[in-house]
């Protein structure tokens, strides 16, 4: 195989990974419907920048676990996803909330490489977020770069784009491919058979990218689906991820190591970053000494 078909082919499983575990929403949201510090997080933070109704704009919003509480909350969210099925998900949600909430919550498909939002939701916004580690679906510097400048785009003056992603662990990016971890029974949500959770992944230090397995079968052995999904992501080391985002024009205003917004420090599992724009730094006119 060629070179250019092998870097093809990683790019495919990449891409791949980007996808394949937001393909069943209602799974989804069964898996992480304990997952509740962070919403409580970006709440927080859209009240003490927005009070009790500004505009927002999530970034890999899925199924609307923090947008939905956002637009409960008063505030108007535009979320936006590249997962069909999760923005149809989300979508039957926005179908049941209250009738005073419904139209304060927009969703719109798109990719956080290249979006652009239609005329009436294209103001800027004073807070962008990315909650739960949609930057690690971002693979490469470029990419980066692509997605930070969509922000800036959208950002209004003195506003605010905030995100999380893990803090690389060390011992569980160098674990034993070859084992299964993590073996959790559990219930699946639209089928209520009883299955079995298992997980395992490469990391390739070079690019900084974690190929991870998630594997699903049924508990008892017997026969029915058995399913391998996949899913990509990134791993950006602390000083490295503070570098990208002030390449592209930000300052961090904050970068804490939980969601009730304690500093960074070792053995944090997420980091949790605000930035703003940083200030353009005037040229002194050459006629001035
Ligand atoms: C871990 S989920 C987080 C979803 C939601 N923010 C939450 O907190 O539950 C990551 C989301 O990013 C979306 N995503 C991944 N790559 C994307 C891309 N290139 N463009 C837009 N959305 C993307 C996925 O579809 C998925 O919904």
Known sequence: MSRK?????????????????YSDAALYD????????DVSFYRELARQRLGTGG?????????????????????????LDQSAPMLAKLRTRVADLPAAVAPRLAVVAGNLLDFELPKPLAAPYPLVIAAFNVLEHLYTRVEVAACLARVAAYLAPGGAFAFDVQLPDLTWLARDPERRWAR?????????RSMLYSTNHDYDPVGQIALIRLYYEPADGGPGPRRIVKLSQRKFFPAELEALVS????RVVGHFGDFSFAPLSAGAESQVLVCERAPIPRRKSPLRR
């Open 5 to 21: 078909a092998l870097r093809d082919l990683a790019d495919d499983l990449v891409d791949a990974g980007s996808r394949e575990h």
């Open 30 to 37: 069964y898996e992480y419907r304990r997952r509740r510090a």
């Open 55 to 79: 505009r927002i704009l999530e970034l890999g919003a899925g199924s609307g676990r923090v947008a939905v509480p956002l637009a409960r909350d008063g505030h108007t969210v535009t979320a």
């Open 184 to 192: 959790t029974r559990f219930t699946d949500p639209t089928t209520g």
């Open 247 to 250: 390449h592209a024009g930000f």
